[in-house]
């Protein structure tokens, strides 16, 4: 199945996020346009090793006012910076409900979560934030004879621990070697990670042959992630000598002949894209071609491995073409036809009754995506099939890995199926020529809530948690039967918060499993490998229709 985002169209918890802006006076000109009034709310930026104030720290606020007599609730938005002992105000506030965030400067960790506070009028509220400093790492990438490499880009990928199903993530964290072949990642949050070098060989008129060149690498020297050695940065440290001796490859050519579906040779409005795949997403991962010669595109300087190659028409993708390949050490010449994409449609069912316009769910929607794992150039862009008075439903257009998905007005997904096989949250590989009409979408308007209350852990602050809903049958692990929420755990003080009790969008009627752990702040696992882990440990909970359950859970410690 995608916590690159996520398990097909699981229902998400939406937190407020507050993005950055310019920083202006606390009563600047855009705020003297919104209401004003009598509270106020105060704060502190700290360094949480120490306590220290973090100065300087970009601070913003978003939220409403309440509802008034003389009209509705107002948004407000503001801004300002903390001062020398880490504190920021916001006066002159009218009553409201305020989502507060602190994107602090280098060296410290960005909180993933605003803070939220109600402010009655003419009271003051207060909050803490206390933030993490950041690390480094530092090494020195050299070649077969032990010289450095100017120009290798050393990237970092997150290596997160899910109760011993190990999640790869990309971090964005980078740096380019210099003369000396040495380099130096900073502002790195704590945490474990794998570091790889890439390079890629400047383009020459003339090339010795046969061509070599220098893998992705991985510390110390190894050209896969199941033999790399993993680091650790830790908070205001910086971890040395982490060192990566490139290894080299034989460099080929692939040459693509590109057609229509006519037959006629595609020219420069083309686009194509050769992807590796990388465990994640790598500088090198994608590679494009020089400008076609004779109907031919060449991708020069590629690495032996496994690839996915994308040939669109052109950039409004009236036909395109995905193809895998698999590049050994010799220059290699494929020929790829585009088509106008595969045809699939099927059947909708309400409670086991076809949808009509009688069928009181309002309104159905069916559409299909690229799996979240393949980025790049578009293959597939499918419009949507709406209904309303009928229960046929055709999608057009897919091709290569593609992934079906469905809501409702009124009610929830139980299943989709092909050939009595569930297949939501599955990608179908599609060549782009077929006609599927076998697949059945069923729904039901009969409905399960669940509220959910998350108990403190011990933390002075409240705990950004992650909570895991799925059916007590692995085979129903699938949009309709399987949730992830973000929330928050409530702190030592057992004060409650916003964002700790929440209530998770409707089920299917069944037993389920429930649990929280600390929010490893990536996107939702799509591997049910990773529920396999979290299983034991989540609690047993039956929802039940028109019954809404209540239920509080604690933050579960995974073990490694």
């Known amino acids: 199945m995608s916590i690159q985002n996520h398990v ?41 090793d120490n306590g220290g104030p973090v100065r300087h720290a970009y601070v913003m606020l978003s939220g409403s006012t309440r509802s008034r007599p003389s009209g509705p609730a107002a948004s407000i938005s503001r801004n300002t910076e903390t001062d020398d002992t880490g504190d920021f105000v916001f006066a002159n506030l009218p009553a409201g409900s305020y989502y507060v965030t602190v994107d602090p400067v280098k060296a410290f960790v960005r909180p993933s979560r605003s803070k939220s506070a109600e402010v009655a009028e003419g009271q003051t509220a207060h909050m803490t934030f206390r933030v993490e400093r950041t690390g480094a790492i530092e090494g020195r990438v ?10 290798v880009q050393v990237a970092l990928v997150q290596r997160i621990n899910f109760g011993g199903y190990i999640k790869i993530d990309a971090s964005g964290l980078s740096a380019t ?19 790889v070098a890439s390079y890629e060989p400047p383009r020459q008129d003339i090339k010795p042959l046969p061509r070599l060149g220098y893998a992705n690498t991985y510390h110390p020297n190894s050209v896969t992630l199941d033999a790399a050695r993993s680091v650790v940065v830790r908070p205001a440290r910086t971890t040395e000598r982490v060192d990566v001796a490139l290894r080299t490859r034989p460099l080929v050519k692939i040459s693509v002949r590109a057609v229509n579906s006519n037959g006629v040779p595609l020219d420069k409005e083309a686009r194509l894209s050769l992807h590796r795949r990388d465990a994640t997403f790598l500088k090198t991962s994608m590679r494009l071609p020089q400008l076609p010669r004779d109907g031919t595109f060449i991708f020069d300087d590629i690495m032996p491995g496994d690839y996915y190659l994308i040939v669109a028409s052109s950039q409004r993708l009236e036909e395109a073409a995905y193809v895998n390949v698999t590049v050994a050490d010799k220059d290699l010449s494929l020929n790829v036809q585009t088509n106008t994409g595969a045809r699939v449609s099927g059947r909708v069912l309400v409670d086991g009754v076809p949808l009509t316009a009688d069928s009181g769910v309002g309104y159905v929607s069916v559409w299909a995506h690229r799996s979240w794992a393949h980025l790049g150039i578009s293959y597939a862009e499918v419009p949507r099939s709406e209904l309303r008075s009928t229960d046929r439903f055709e999608l057009r257009g897919l091709r290569g890995p593609m992934v079906l998905e469905a809501n409702i007005g009124t009610g929830t997904l139980v299943s989709i199926k092909r050939a009595g096989q569930i297949i939501a949250g599955n990608a179908l590989d599609l060549i782009g020529t077929e006609t599927i009409d076998d ?42 039967h399987l949730q992830y929420a973000r929330a928050t755990a409530a702190p030592k003080s057992g004060e409650r918060t916003p964002d700790s009790h929440i209530t998770l969008p409707s089920m299917v009627p069944g037993r389920y499993r429930i649990i929280a752990i600390p929010d490893p702040e990536i996107s939702y696992p799509e591997d049910t490998a990773i529920l396999e882990k979290l299983r034991p440990l989540a609690l047993p909970v039956t929802l039940v229709e028109g019954q809404p359950a209540q239920i509080s859970i604690g933050v579960a410690k995974l073990g490694r």
């Open 439 to 480: 697949v059945v979408i069923e729904f039901t308007k009969k409905m399960a809530g669940l509220e959910v209350a998350i108990t403190g852990t011990g933390a002075i602050d409240p705990e950004p948690v992650l909570i895991a809903l799925f059916s007590d049958d692995p085979s129903l692990w699938a949009q309709g």
């Open 177 to 195: 070697t210099d003369d000396r072949g040495t380099f130096r990642i900073f502002n790195v949050p704590p945490g474990e990670y794998y570091v």
């Open 8 to 48: 097909t169209s699981t229902a998400m918890l939406i937190v407020l996020a507050v993005t950055h802006v310019p920083m202006a006076t606390p009563q600047s000109a855009a705020d003297r346009t919104q209401p004003l009034g009598a509270a106020r709310l105060t704060g502190r930026v700290v360094a949480s």
């Open 142 to 151: 050299a070649d077969e004879n032990g010289d450095g490499v100017l120009r």
